[in-house]
């Protein structure tokens, strides 16, 4: 009945898989075959271990490198700090926040006081160096590098301020 509605070509097709099929399985009774498929599995356990292992440790590399660099940082600002506490202990700074604190000048000065409205009326507002060039380097990209560059920050986990 299903050599009836199988065209001879693809019966013949059948056959030949079903007695490959056979073939295989009779070479799994084979004890060198089974021992080359136990071997097969244990090589990729290990090799799947060792990458494994491999991507730990750059994860960990990854986190090292940035508390070494936050450390940088951190002992940086502790400099700029002790360097501004050494600098509000000077005469200098004592000058300084007398005249703005209250009003006081050495001897021999005119102080003149103008109103704040005046003295902001002629200002421009500043903004930071960092977001100038930024700006300034991403309108120089054509819009492929910049969309392929947004991708890049994307797939590796970067973020842009």
Do not use: C
């Amino acid at each position: 009945m299903l050599k009836d509605k199988l065209p001879k070509i693809q019966f013949k097709q059948l056959r030949h898989y079903r007695e490959l099929a056979r073939q295989y399985t009779d070479q799994l009774s084979d004890i060198r075959v089974v021992g080359l498929l136990v071997f097969l599995g244990i090589t990729l356990l290990i090799t799947w271990s060792g990458v494994k292992a491999i991507d730990t440790n750059y994860g960990l590399q990854k986190q090292v490198a940035t508390l070494q660099q936050e450390n940088a940082i951190q002992k940086l600002t502790n400099g700029n700090l002790a360097l501004q506490n050494d600098y509000y202990n000077t005469n200098q700074y004592l000058e300084v926040s007398a005249r703005q604190s209250f009003g006081l000048g050495a001897s021999g000065e005119t102080e003149v006081l103008v109103p704040t409205s005046v003295a902001m009326a002629d200002t421009i507002t500043l903004t930071n160096p960092e977001q100038q060039r930024a700006a300034k380097a991403a309108a120089r990209q054509p819009k492929y590098q910049q969309n392929f560059e947004a991708w890049m920050d994307f797939l590796l986990h970067r973020q842009r301020t």
